[in-house]
């Protein structure tokens, strides 16, 4: 490993915060975003065409992503869906996406991929002690999310806390996302340890004296500068990181 293990650099953690996509949920993410507008494509096509809709989708994330923390991710998405394609066709939008949530978002599973030692590392830190969280960006409603879960191995209850766009109010990058969820667990940044491969999205936490783990496996690095984390490795490292990690109480 890049790093030394050293637990006492460790003292105090009690708890992991994990990335979905690409961390606990080995994907391309490219390939993801492709077999989503494929399929939600299919979903809508008698009501929109689809680049028409994927444009809208894309504008409404972007307000999603601006979020200012006044109202939750899933209620900014809306109104701005709804502004595009017209306040009195939104519910049956909403009600299909719903549907699509809960059967046809199944067809993407098949960009996952199948890494055991990631689902063998949780269960040793929930063996040891370790709080689990899942600290996805909360573009989707948390259905969708759950589903995410599961394909990667889980079940929901297996996380003391699942961010989603119904319950939070801000989005990665945003370092008040990551704040929400501290307020949310009652955690302190140096009770904690974030977990992720997208150096921009996830290592955004040391600012706030939070330790980080960058996953090198799908990496996502948007610039040149250099990466700054306290530890980083693939799946495999840091399956023997968590083994050598204390049991805590």
Known sequence: MPYPVGVRDLNGVDTFLFDLDG?????????????FFKEISKVFSDL????????????????????????TNQEVFMDSFAKLVG??????????????CD??????????????CMRESVCILKEKGYDIVIATNPLFPRKAIVHRIQWAGFKPEDFIYISCYENN????????FYQEILK??????????MVGNDVQEDLVVASLGMKTYL?????????DEPIECTYKGSYEDFYEF????????
């Not at 989708?57 to 200012?68: C, E, I, R």
């Not at 949310?184 to 340890?193: A, F, H, S, W």
């Open 242 to 249: 968590v083994k050598q990690l204390p049991t805590i109480l």
């Open 87 to 100: 306040k009195d066709k939104i519910l049956i939008y909403k009600e299909r996406f719903d549907a699509f």
């Open 23 to 35: 961390t606990l949920l080995p994907m391309e993410t490219d390939e993801f975003t492709r077999l």
């Open 215 to 223: 996953i090198t496996n799908y990496l996502i690095h948007r610039s």
């Open 169 to 176: 109010r801000f989005c990665k990058p945003n370092i008040a």
């Open 48 to 71: 929109i065409e689809p680049k028409r809709l994927i444009k809208y989708v894309w504008v409404a994330t972007k307000d999603m992503l601006n979020n200012d923390g006044q109202r």
């Open 184 to 193: 949310d667990i009652g955690k302190r940044p140096e009770q904690c340890i």
């Open 103 to 116: 059967d046809i978002f199944l067809n993407i599973r098949q960009c996952a991929k199948n890494v055991p």
